[in-house]
């Protein structure tokens, strides 16, 4: 049945934000309650649509019908699409980059707003596309939205209109985080709807698609796995699609109602229907409360599974943050069932999160990751009313038992000439916050970052302990961890260092360790220190003028 009688008594689509249908009703949620006339009704007042109007709830602004018998999905999907459209016209003030001293040259970082997890990375129809989390009005975790970028070469990044907007019953609180597959000529993007129902704001969660055929607008399809897994809360989000074993699989991140973390899996052979398969991680224990973001994929011979899990007890007084990452070790049963082990820690910084995959076309497996943490955005770019960034581009290989990280080949093309100087217990002004080094650090040594007259990054390997010490006590951050140790045994340490404005990745001998942090501090603060005697490497960073004119990077859009 047409819905448009009861969008006229909520005042009109314009006024409308919400669509939602818990349990036998239908609610509107609007944005002026003084153009609602349904209030004027009787609550048994019933005509010939079945439009009964059983709740006026002027706290939530929502207006609540009973649920007519006849309503159908394609309705509400229409209903969707109009909110949708005005969403977009809403957010396009939200797209233009505010000026920042803190805004990165090349990492890829929101106009304005809060950026969190990298979606949907995926190579289609010859180019690269790549979709984050974006809450367009505010620098905090309100309803997401799915930014869209594409590339031809993994440098410059073009925006797209907006992908996913929160404009439906099943995802109006948040198109939250998900995986993208390239089906032939369609696009395809598996995601979590969330919405939020009642004044206790109850969670429910649906694993949603949304298709399209030019890679740019995307038709939503809804839930394509509508109910909760048994025994898993509504704590059940984020899926990774992939093929294996002749058949899809469907992982999601999901807590079991014991507050165990664990992988939920589903199977289907098109793409479309999916049923249940099992729960999977009893073998690793205790191993956080809740597991997120979800990846699955083959390196060198070996299956690897990239997991976030939460609440896990960190050894180091200085890691308080319940959030972490890391992978496994993954083993396969007839192709059918799959076993972990040897969970190691992928990053060791401060800053990384939700970490997605791709294969390009000539077999690479390329990393990129939110730098940022869920519970942390009081940062000094909210102030120009942005937060947040993404890692930059990593290849993945396996070496040994472990992932090894490196900075993606085609960030070469960024290098100014190269310099060569030595530093022996002295200073020198790079004259940019945006740059590459490289330099092999004797145990004892201590580098500084960033240098101003009072801000410093301090990275200090403790010959006593064997252990490098990355400090940011001494910068303009407002709140989180101020120290990282890793323990290192190796007889010297070589950093690789990427720095772009307000962050640092640092791969350490040659990509074994990772560790990536935010880094304010104020724009003259261009000075590196050492303590110790060594021989730097340096590059300037810029994007090559060909892709900078249209990149996002750039502007970081």
Known sequence: ??????????????????????????????????????????????????????????????????????????????????????????????????????RPQWHIAPPQGLLNDPNGFVFHNGQYHLFYQWSPYSCEHKDKYWAHIVSKDLLGWQRQPLALTPSDWFDSHGVFSGHAVSNGDELMLFYTGNTRIGE?????????????????????????????????????????????????????????????????????????????HGLYGEEMGDLGYMWECPDMFQLNGRWVALIGPQGIESTSPHHTVPHHNGYFDVEWSDGQSMTFSGFKNLDHGFDFYAPQTLATPDGRRVLIGWMGLPDEINQPSIDNGWVHQLTCLRELTYQGDRLIQRPLQELKSMQGAVEEFELNDASRDLGTK?????????????????????????????????????????????????????????????????????????????????????????????????????TFSFWRLALPKLNSASSNLKGCE
């Not at 249908?21 to 649509?49: H, K, Y």
């Not at 989000?237 to 991140?253: A, I, Q, T």
């Not at 302990?465 to 140790?485: A, F, H, P, V, Y």
């Not at 045994?489 to 720095?499: F, G, M, P, Y």
């Open 1 to 102: 049945m047409s819905l448009a009688c009861f969008i006229t008594d909520c005042g009109g689509i314009q006024n409308v934000t919400r669509v939602l249908i818990p349990d036998d009703d239908l609610v509107f949620e609007v944005r002026d309650m003084d153009l609602v006339t349904a209030a004027q009704q009787l609550p048994s007042m019933d005509d010939v649509e079945e439009k009964v109007c059983i709740e006026i709830n002027t706290l939530l602004k929502q207006v609540r019908y009973k649920k007519p018998a006849t309503l159908a999905s394609a309705d509400l999907l229409a209903v969707g699409k109009q909110i949708a459209s005005q969403q977009r016209v809403m957010a396009q003030a939200c797209e233009v980059p505010t000026e920042c001293e803190f």
């Open 200 to 276: 206790q704001r109850d969670r429910h969660t649906t694993q949603c698609l949304a298709v399209s055929a030019d890679g740019v607008t995307f038709d939503k399809k809804g839930p394509v796995v509508a109910t909760l897994p048994p025994q898993v809360t509504p704590h059940c989000r984020d899926p990774k699609v992939f093929y294996h074993s002749n058949e899809w699989l469907m992982l999601l991140g999901a807590q079991r109602e014991d507050m165990r973390g664990r992988l939920a899996v589903y199977k289907s052979n098109n793409l479309h229907d999916w049923h249940y």
């Open 434 to 534: 945006s740059f590459e080094l490289k330099v092999e650090l004797q145990w004892g040594s201590e580098l500084a970052l960033f240098k101003g007259s009072h801000h410093e990054l301090k990275i200090t390997l403790d010959a006593d302990i064997r252990s490098l010490r990355l400090d940011r006590s001494q910068t303009l951050i407002r709140e989180g961890d101020q120290i990282r140790e890793l323990p290192l045994s190796s007889s010297t340490v070589t950093l690789h260092i990427l720095a772009d404005s307000s962050s640092v990745e640092l791969f350490i001998n040659d990509g074994e360790y990772v560790m990536s942090s935010r880094v304010f501090t104020p724009l003259n603060a261009t000075n590196i220190t050492l303590s110790g005697c060594a």
